[in-house]
């Protein structure tokens, strides 16, 4: 069965810009959550969505935020982007969001902001 | 806020040696997450622990959850140099389907 699919899987773009990032879950999972990991701040929890409510939200500025749609997938948002946003932008899927079926990370996307 | 800490850090060690990494958290949780994450690579799940006393194996590789003690431990038998990434603790609780990652620890396993 296919995993969580990223993409793109690399970006580079210039303060300023704005991106969005996707994350297509496991078929039939129903919760994806959004983690930014740099080497200074490790993994931090950004938001999550379930059923396309956002569910809960981690410590980030208005400029990060995210949706998702009638199938699951979503997508984050980066607005006027900084040289503190490059990261490594994990989501994860979970069927419900809760520990019983536990949680399946995609690849990444790497943002490079120059 | 809840908090959570792995200790090393850094961990170099030669294969066929045993060695235990230690993650404690700060406030009471309800499952804990081990994960290992290779250079440049996404998050592999290696065990959920959901309760106290929990205890779980895979290979050389063994988790065990003190919720009392809020600690977690994970155990490596025997290393092989395979082993060698970057294993991180993770904390879930029920108020919200979030994980709290500890720092991580990147463990070189050398022949």
């Not at chain 2, 066929?16 to 230690?22: M, Q, V």
């Not at chain 2, 009471?28 to 440049?40: A, F, K, V």
């Not at chain 2, 600690?71 to 395979?82: E, G, N, P, Q, Y």
């Amino acid at each position: 069965k296919a995993g969580v699919t990223q993409t793109p899987r690399y970006l580079i773009k210039t303060r300023g810009q704005q991106v969005t990032l996707s994350c297509s879950p496991i078929s039939g999972h129903r919760s994806v959550s959004w983690y930014q990991q740099t080497p200074g701040q490790g993994l931090q929890f950004l938001f999550e969505y379930f059923s396309e409510t956002q569910r809960n939200k981690g410590n980030f500025p208005g400029r990060f935020s995210g949706r998702q749609f009638s199938n699951s997938r979503s997508e984050m948002n980066v607005s006027t982007l900084e040289l503190g946003d490059s990261a490594l932008y994990l989501c994860a899927s979970s069927f419900d969001g809760t520990h019983k079926y536990g949680y399946t990370f995609g690849s990444g996307t790497r943002l490079t902001v120059v | 806020e809840l908090k959570v800490e792995q200790n090393p850090l850094f961990l170099s060690m030669q294969e066929g040696k045993n060695y235990t990494i230690y993650c404690n958290y700060s406030t009471t949780s309800d499952r804990l997450y081990w994960y290992r994450q290779d250079p440049g690579k996404s998050l592999e799940s290696l065990f959920v622990l959901l309760s106290n006393g929990a205890v779980k194996q895979e290979g050389r590789l063994m988790a065990s959850l003190d919720t009392k003690a809020r600690l977690s431990t994970l155990h490596i038998t025997a290393a092989v140099h395979d082993l060698s990434a970057t294993y991180f603790c993770a904390v879930e609780k029920t108020s919200g389907s979030r994980l709290t990652f500890g720092e991580g620890t990147q463990l070189t396993v050398n022949p």
